[in-house]
């Protein structure tokens, strides 16, 4: 089945008008600068579907609940513009681990068509410093060296990105055995001083969770992960665009430090993002919204998102981005980092899951393999 897309395309390194040829589910080819360029810059701007690493819920489904609920997760996730995700727990009990992995992989082969495609699964936890457990229950923290080897090896298949801090007994081995795997370590959740974060980054890791936060930061006589991670060109950062969690001022400074190709937009959303302000429980703990900012009830720990990838592209445009490098931040970079080379992108021989946006960048419809399915 052929079908064609006209608009404004978001391609690598600039939105133009154009067309996308479509032929069973893929892009056959992408044409730009034809003689109907004046219908395609009338049109919607064209997108590649946002891909979401790091997101623990939507729509009040829980990542960490049944086939039903990841279902719906993923169908919310997908009325946003996602088209891809991880599914991410928070720091589980021990024995919840490979609970939580074993619903994940059971639930993939029939998950949804109309919802965003699961790749997989994402473990926040439990190997977490301590001192920067953010929102995470500190009587759930191991070390690697500490945890049931057992707990560990039942967890592995699907997973695909796991948060460590690399000063814990026992990481760096482990961030070279996941590397060795294909599993993406990403440092996090974590004190260490610049010279054990770049250990962690040697032993492999490619990736690190949401810069800034629940992290060692960038005191001048002290720096720490947050150096490590802005002046090592080949890591990867997740950033929480929500305006909460890193203060907008910040962006360009992470936009200036790091390569285009290494920044990833990240919800680290909560369940119950998109239901308005409330109270809930997340891995044990109470957790309040009010305004979209969700904290620790009665503290100011801040306890993940209530956005979607789409609010993140909005606001980093709004802040003086431009469109294709923060759409490259919420679809190529992050399939990149997993590997998937058959999405992320408007280009030939890629899938054509793609999100049209109005020119606010508000999601119009969104395309999967099934075809278009409209935002709301
Ligand atoms: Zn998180």
Do not use: Q
């Amino acid at each position: 089945m052929r079908e064609i897309v006209a608009g404004r395309l978001v391609l690598a390194d600039a939105v133009v008008p154009g067309r996308i040829v479509v032929e069973d589910g893929w892009i056959a080819s992408v044409e730009t600068g034809g003689e109907d360029g004046g219908a395609a810059a009338a049109g919607p701007i064209v997108a590649p579907g946002f891909v979401d690493v790091h997101v623990h819920g939507w729509g009040g489904h829980d990542a960490t609940g049944d086939a039903d609920a990841l279902s719906g997760m993923a169908r919310a996730l997908l009325r946003r513009g996602v088209t891809s995700f991880l599914p991410t727990a928070p720091t589980l009990a021990e024995a919840e681990i490979p609970r939580f992995a074993e619903r994940v992989r059971a639930w993939m082969p029939g998950a949804p068509a109309d919802g965003a495609e699961p790749l997989g699964f994402n473990l926040e936890g439990p190997f977490l410093a301590p001192s920067r457990k953010g929102a995470h229950d500190p009587a759930l923290l191991r070390t690697p060296a500490g945890i049931d080897p057992a707990v560990l090896d039942a967890s592995l298949d699907g997973l695909r990105i796991m948060t460590i801090a690399p000063e814990l007994d026992g990481s760096p081995a482990l961030i070279e055995r996941l590397a060795g795997l294909g599993i993406a370590a990403s440092l996090g959740h974590s004190a260490a001083t610049v010279e054990e974060a770049r250990a962690g980054y040697r032993a492999g890791a490619p990736t690190t969770t949401h810069i800034f936060n629940a992290m060692s930061g960038v005191d001048h006589r002290a720096p720490g992960l947050a150096v490590a991670a802005l002046t090592d060109d080949a890591a990867y950062v997740e950033l929480i665009a929500d305006g909460n969690h890193v203060h907008p001022a910040l962006w360009p400074l992470v936009r200036r430090a790091k390569p285009v190709d290494r920044l990833l937009l990240v919800s680290d959303a909560l369940p119950f993002a998109g239901m308005g302000d409330g109270r809930t429980v997340i891995g044990g703990l109470d957790v309040e919204v009010r305004d979209g900012r969700a904290t620790l009830l009665g503290t100011e720990t801040l306890a993940g998102s209530v956005i979607a990838l789409d609010s993140a592209v909005r606001n980093m445009v709004r802040e003086g981005g431009p469109i294709h490098e923060a759409v490259a931040a919420a679809a190529a970079n992050p399939a990149a980092l997993l590997g998937a080379a058959d999405r992320g992108a408007i280009a030939a021989g890629r899938r054509a899951h793609l999100v049209e946006l109005d020119d606010d960048l508000r999601v119009l419809r969104v395309r999967r393999d099934g075809g278009w399915i409209a935002a709301r």
